[in-house]
């Protein structure tokens, strides 16, 4: 699976970005897509994660993103879309648009990353 990621970039505090991810396969084959980040020094966080096959689209937020970032597809474009307010220095991180098939045997596809900036 190959991915075109974009929307990442550098931002104030309080801003606002958005980011985009185009997926070469059909991504209602898989289980789900999403978006996961790793900020400097620190371990690999789920931000974001939305159903694929299911016609109402089921989302998940980490915590630390709830009530702030919002997640939605389009299986049609094979994207998955972040939208990102009240950015705080800690979303500071590479964001990586995952696909993923969970069942008796797991896949992840993993987009080349895309960084975000947020500075005070």
């Known amino acids: 699976v190959e991915f075109v990621e974009s929307g990442g970039g550098s931002v104030q505090v309080g801003g606002s970005l958005g980011l985009y991810c185009a997926a070469s396969?059909?991504?209602?084959?898989?289980?789900?897509i999403g978006w996961s980040r790793r900020a400097p020094g620190k371990g690999p966080e789920v931000v974001a994660t939305i159903v694929t096959g299911h016609r109402t689209g089921i989302t998940e937020y980490g915590d630390s993103v709830k009530g702030r970032f919002t997640i939605s597809r389009d299986n049609a474009r094979q994207a998955v879309y972040l939208h990102m307010n009240s950015l705080q220095p800690e979303d500071t991180a590479v964001y990586y648009c995952?696909?993923?098939?969970?069942?008796?045997?797991?896949?992840?596809?993993w987009g080349q990353g895309t960084e975000v900036t947020v500075s005070s």
């Open positions: 995952n696909l993923y098939c969970r069942g008796p045997d797991d896949y992840d596809f």
């Open positions: 396969w059909d991504i209602i084959r898989f289980s789900g």
